[in-house]
């Protein structure tokens, strides 16, 4: 028992040690260059070498108990200003999800309707909002429909199918793409099994292989991780309004853009890997819960009695 501990204890001290404390001695250290060097010696090398020789000199004529407890408060501001990242980043993954959906609402950059009543995005850029990306997205799966419907060749249709998908693989609902993504996967699986991934999710986790379990808490632990980069790239905004130290705002705006980036490459993942665990395996819930099961993949029927079997009258 006493070697478990042990064993805990040293995982423990590692993940504090990466997550938190490095993060915050790094933080900490931009604070004092920032403090020391202000707007008008942004970038004096030579001024931050002399402050930092003052102060080990300080050091060396200090006790060695005041140097440990320095050390320790160091230690503890870090794991503090840590704290405070990983709160950043609960509040930047909600923002990127943007649970709340929205109705069809107005968008300054539509153009006139056609005959038919139908609006449409004079703007290409992925960056514009929910009614936007929804209108660029109706008219990629217009053109989709058209295509198909003239039975156009497998690389036109193709092409068209990927273009649309690139906006969302289903309409947009949400305020972001990232939050569509998981709007997007849900709706597809409602579609084509019948199944609330709300009520279904939790009991096809435990019929989940390990294998599986370990890949989405990877993915998930990616999307985490990406958030807290951003919330740590906000802190140093905190730097720029305390010192107006210009330094901090480039690498506060890089690293939330390096966190985006991440965000929406990890999102886009854990929606198709969500996707594919009901793809696998939902037949396995419905024999789990010992419902009929067809030979075949799982069916709507199928799905709806699988949910009304969750539901349980909810």
């Not at 001024?47 to 080990?56: K, M, N």
């Not at 704290?83 to 709340?100: D, H, I, K, N, S």
């Not at 569509?180 to 709706?187: H, I, K, L, Y």
């Amino acid at each position: 028992m006493s070697a478990f501990f042990g064993e805990l204890a040293k995982r423990l001290a590692e993940k504090w040690l990466t997550l938190l404390a490095l993060p915050g001695v790094l933080l900490l250290a931009v604070s004092a260059a920032a403090a020391t060097l202000g707007f008008r010696h942004a970038l004096d090398v030579r001024r931050l070498l002399q402050s930092s020789e003052a102060l080990v000199g300080h050091a060396d004529r200090t006790s060695f108990a005041a140097v440990v407890l320095a050390v320790a408060g160091l230690l503890i501001a870090a794991a503090a200003v840590g704290l405070l990242a990983q709160a950043a980043g609960a509040g930047v993954r909600r923002t990127w999800l943007a649970t709340a959906l929205v109705g069809r609402g107005a968008c300054a950059r539509w153009g006139a309707g056609s005959a038919a009543g139908t609006t449409r995005c004079r703007s290409a850029s992925r960056f514009c909002g929910v009614a936007c990306r929804r209108c660029r997205w109706e008219a990629a799966q217009e053109a989709y429909e058209s295509a198909w419907a003239a039975d156009a060749s497998a690389e036109v249709l193709s092409a068209l199918a990927l273009r649309r998908n690139r906006i969302c693989l289903a309409q947009p609902r949400r305020r972001t793409w990232m939050g569509d993504q998981v709007t997007a996967a849900e709706t597809r699986i409602r579609n084509r099994y019948g199944l609330d991934v709300a009520h279904v999710w939790p009991r096809l986790w435990l019929v989940l292989p390990d294998g599986v379990q370990q890949e989405y808490r990877d993915t998930r632990g990616a999307f985490d991780r990406a958030s807290v980069l951003v919330g740590w790239g906000l802190l140093h905004f905190v730097i720029v309004v305390g010192t107006w130290w210009w330094p901090a705002l480039v690498i506060g705006c890089g690293t939330c853009f390096v966190g985006w980036l991440q965000g929406r490459h990890a999102i886009a993942a854990l929606a198709g890997l969500t996707e594919a665990c009901f793809d696998l395996h939902a037949r396995d819930l419905a024999t789990a819960m010992h419902l009929p099961v067809e030979d075949g993949p799982l069916s709507k029927p199928m799905g709806r009695d699988l949910n009304a079997r969750l539901r349980k009258g909810a």
